[in-house]
């Protein structure tokens, strides 16, 4: 594997994540760099040594991924180092889990029961924004699935 297309790679991903997600660009390095490291599980100081960055930053990187639940982190017997690698299910809770999404509507029911029946832009916004949020609740988990019906029929053409 080509180191500095690996490094290059982290870099994009890196500054994608900085600039999106408002995410310390080396959080999105280890994910870009996770995504296409070999062995596919890597220790926090081959992640340093691969990303030429110090082993603090790397486990502030891990913490903030494992809230995320975007990498899982194993250690096996009668190893005295923890294994970080991708988990391919923590893709399903960025952004489809609806449970953020009905709580957002709730907090702002609330905002709608404090402006009462006034007819205002501040009403409408909360009304739009509230609808939005019920909406996605609703229809995230069947764009999931659905999605997943899709990626296994990919798959299935490629054998």
């Known amino acids: 594997m080509n180191r500095d297309k690996v490094l290059i790679f982290a870099d994009h991903v890196g500054r994608f994540y900085a600039q999106r997600y408002g995410f310390p660009p080396v959080t999105g390095r280890v994910i870009g760099y996770l995504g296409v490291c070999e062995p596919a599980q890597q220790t926090i100081n081959d992640i340093a040594d691969a990303l030429l960055t110090s082993r603090s930053a790397i486990n502030n990187a891990i913490k903030q991924l494992e809230l995320q639940n975007l990498i ?88």
């Open 72 to 159: 899982i982190r194993t250690r096996p017997a009668g190893t005295r180092a923890d294994l970080i690698g991708f988990n391919p299910e923590g893709w399903k809770g960025a952004g489809f889990d609806p449970s953020e999404y009905i709580e957002m509507a709730a907090l702002l029911r609330e905002g709608l029961e404090i402006l009462g029946d006034t007819k205002s832009e501040r009403r409408e916004a909360l009304e739009i924004a509230m609808s939005l949020n019920e909406y996605l609740a609703e229809q995230l988990p069947k764009i999931y699935g659905e999605f997943m019906t899709y990626h296994q029929n990919k798959q299935n053409t490629k054998k």
